[in-house]
Antibody, heavy 128, light 111 residues
Framework: QLQLQESGPGLVKPSETLSLTCTVSGGSISSSSYYWGWIRQPPGKGLEWIGSIYYSGSTYYNPSLKSRVTISVDTSKNQFSLKLSSVTAADTAVYYC????????????????????WGQGTLVTVSS | QSVLTQPPSVSAAPGQKVTISCSGSSSNIGNNYVSWYQQLPGTAPKLLIYDNNKRPSGIPDRFSGSKSGTSATLGITGLQTGDEADYYCGTWDSSLSAGGVFGGGTKLTVL
């Protein structure tokens, strides 16, 4: 059974960089069929996709966060990581890592996109 | 403001049926596949429906999904108190600001 576990500081000061790591167990992060993503959820609010990475290192980010986000992968450790710079109180949220499918069905020119395995989430608070 | 629009809340009695709508546009729901997630209180989201209407292994057939044009619908029959949760739709947006998008979520109350 695939499992994902987020880790990192629960408190970050304003203007600093938030750093989180997701450790994948029960499966290989180098599988060619999947992407690995980060999603966040501010307290009492909805889900927001942050960005994703393929095992090769190819990344794509939410345009609204792109200037502050870096996602990287370490296949030797079966981990991928998130860095979000210049944080403010608005970045306070539960951060989830997840595995997802992203594929194009050519015959109908439509994109398959869904998250099938999620970590338990970790709350990151931005405060001085 | 979410790209996909869901009603903030729905409610129904145990044993009844409920539907949750998700409205988008041609750049997202209209031309891509929709997924649905259940988030029980204090837990991570869980995949309920993918590819518009497919259920992962272990998801009961009380849950169903459909799509028409630029809208999608999640249906739940035989409501149970354990179904009380937040439900989110998601898809890919193929516009110039391409990326994954979610609805704002719908709180289901089983009366």
């Amino acid at each position: 059974q695939l499992q994902l576990q987020e880790s990192g500081p629960g408190l970050v000061k304003p203007s600093e960089t938030l750093s989180l790591t997701c450790t994948v167990s029960g499966g290989s992060i180098s599988s060619s069929s999947y992407y690995w993503g980060w999603i966040r959820q501010p307290p009492g609010k909805g889900l927001e996709w942050i960005g994703s990475i393929y095992y090769s290192g190819s990344t794509y980010y939410n345009p609204s966060l792109k200037s502050r986000v870096t996602i990287s992968v370490d296949t030797s450790k079966n981990q991928f990581s998130l860095k979000l710079s210049s944080v403010t109180a608005a970045d306070t949220a539960v951060y989830y890592c997840a595995r997802h499918i992203r594929d194009i069905v050519v015959v109908v020119a439509a994109t398959l996109y869904y998250f099938d395995y999620w970590g338990q989430g970790t709350l990151v608070t931005v405060s001085s | 403001q979410s790209v996909l629009t869901q009603p903030p809340s729905v409610s129904a009695a145990p044993g009844q049926k409920v539907t949750i709508s998700c409205s988008g546009s041609s750049s997202n729901i209209g031309n891509n596949y929709v997924s649905w997630y259940q988030q029980l209180p204090g837990t991570a989201p869980k995949l309920l429906i993918y590819d518009n209407n497919k259920r992962p292994s272990g998801i009961p057939d009380r849950f169903s999904g459909s799509k028409s044009g630029t809208s999608a619908t999640l249906g739940i029959t035989g409501l149970q108190t354990g179904d009380e949760a937040d439900y989110y739709c998601g898809t890919w947006d193929s516009s110039l600001s391409a990326g994954g998008v979610f609805g704002g979520g719908t709180k289901l109350t089983v009366l």
